[in-house]
C-alpha cells in the first residue's frame, strides 16, 4: 500500500511538470528566453524552500504560480505568461526532482533516472510546441484548472519530504559536479532553441518528436559503448549537425541538432544519477540552468541567423576537451544528510 501511494504521488507530479512545459508559448526566441531567465532565479528560491517548508507545499505554490501564468496566456501575452511559468516551473522543478529521485532510489530503479527526466522533457517540448501552434484560450483555460486541481491535491497530501544537505557549495566545489552543470547547461538552450525554429515548419510538432525519441539510441549507446564514449559521440553529432544546418538550413539538418543536443542532455543527467545522491541533482541542477540562462540568450541569437550554426556548432568541440577531467566513476561527493 506504501509503495502504491508513493507511486501515485511520484505520477502526479509528473503530470504537474508536463502541464507546465504544455502552457509555454514557443513563438518567439525572446518568450522563450524569458522563460528560461526567470526559470533560473526561481530555482534558488526552490532549493531554499523545499529544505525550508518541505516538497509538498513548494510543488503546491508553484503550480498556483503556474496556474496564474497559463490564465494570462487565455489573455494572449505570452511574456508575462512566461514569466510566471518560469518562476513556477523553477520552483516545481527543484522539488520534483528531489521527490523522484527518491521515489526510484527507493525503487531500486535510478539506472532510469535519466529516461525520467529527459523523456519528461522531450515530451514536454513536443506538447508545448502544440499548444503553441493551436493557441487556443480553451486549452490554457484547461490548463489553469488541471494546475489548481493538483495544487490543491498536493496541499493535502500525507506524504512529507523536506530534505537536507542540498547546499549549492556541493555543486560549485566539486569539480566533475561543475563540469555536469556546465554540459547540462550547454545542451538546454541548443534544444529548446532548435524546437522553437522547428515549430515554425509545417508539421513542426512531429519534427519535435526527434527530440524525446532520441532517448532511444541513447540506450542502445550507452549500453554498448558507455558514457564517456557515448557523450564524445553525441558532441560530435551536435557539432556535425550544426554545419549541415549552416550548408543547408532546412528543418532536417535542425532535427538532427535537436536529437543530439537531447542525447548529450540524456547522457549527462545518466552520469549524474551514477556519481551522486538524489538530493544532491537539487544544488547541481541549479548550478547548471543558473550557467544555461546566460548562455541561452548568445546560443538563441547566434541561431537566429545562418552563421550561427558554424560558429556554435565548432565551439560545441570543446567539451569534448573537459571529458579528459570526467572519469567513470568520476569523484566520490558528499553525501546528503
Do not use: C
Amino acid at each position: 500500500m506504501g509503495t502504491l501511494k508513493y507511486s501515485a504521488y511520484g505520477i502526479v507530479t509528473l503530470a504537474g511538470y508536463i502541464l507546465f512545459l504544455a502552457s509555454l508559448r514557443l513563438t518567439n526566441i525572446a518568450a522563450g528566453v524569458l522563460f528560461i531567465a526567470m526559470f533560473t532565479l526561481s530555482q534558488l528560491i526552490g532549493l531554499l524552500l523545499v529544505s525550508r517548508i518541505g516538497a509538498g507545499d513548494t510543488l503546491s505554490i508553484a503550480l498556483s504560480i503556474g496556474a496564474v501564468g497559463s490564465f494570462i496566456h487565455a489573455l494572449n501575452n505570452s511574456y508575462i505568461g512566461n514569466s510566471l511559468l518560469g518562476l513556477g516551473m523553477g520552483l516545481y522543478f527543484m522539488a520534483l526532482i528531489g521527490v523522484i529521485g527518491i521515489i526510484l532510489s527507493s525503487s531500486g530503479l535510478i539506472d532510469y533516472i535519466m529516461y525520467v527526466y529527459s523523456g519528461l522533457f522531450g515530451v514536454g517540448l513536443v506538447i508545448g510546441v502544440l499548444s503553441s501552434v493551436l493557441n487556443s484560450s480553451v486549452l490554457f483555460i484547461t490548463i489553469t484548472v488541471l494546475m489548481l486541481s493538483l495544487s490543491f491535491y498536493l496541499s493535502l497530501s500525507s506524504i512529507y519530504f523536506k530534505p537536507r544537505g542540498t547546499k549549492l557549495r556541493y555543486a560549485v566545489t566539486n569539480q566533475a559536479m561543475f563540469i555536469i552543470a556546465v554540459f547540462v547547461s550547454f545542451s538546454l538552450p541548443y534544444m529548446v532553441s532548435s524546437a522553437i525554429l522547428l515549430s515554425k515548419y509545417w508539421l513542426g510538432s512531429l519534427y519535435v518528436l526527434s527530440i524525446p525519441l532520441s532517448i532511444i539510441p541513447v540506450h542502445l549507446m550507452v549500453k554498448r559503448w558507455g558514457l564517456s564514449y557515448s557523450l564524445r559521440l553525441s558532441i560530435i553529432m551536435l557539432a556535425a549537425s550544426s554545419i549541415l544546418t549552416y550548408i543547408f538550413n532546412n528543418q532536417f539538418a535542425l532535427i538532427a541538432v535537436a536529437a543530439s543536443s537531447m542525447m548529450i542532455y540524456s547522457i549527462i543527467l545518466q552520469l549524474l544519477a551514477s556519481i551522486s545522491s538524489p538530493i544532491l541533482y537539487m544544488p547541481t541542477l541549479a548550478v547548471a540552468y543558473g550557467i544555461s540562462s546566460v548562455l541561452t540568450i548568445p546560443i538563441g541569437l547566434a541561431l537566429g541567423i545562418k552563421v550561427g550554426y558554424l560558429v556554435i556548432g565548432l565551439m560545441s568541440l570543446l567539451l569534448i576537451l573537459l571529458l579528459k577531467i570526467i572519469k567513470e566513476p568520476v569523484y566520490q561527493v558528499p553525501k546528503a544528510n
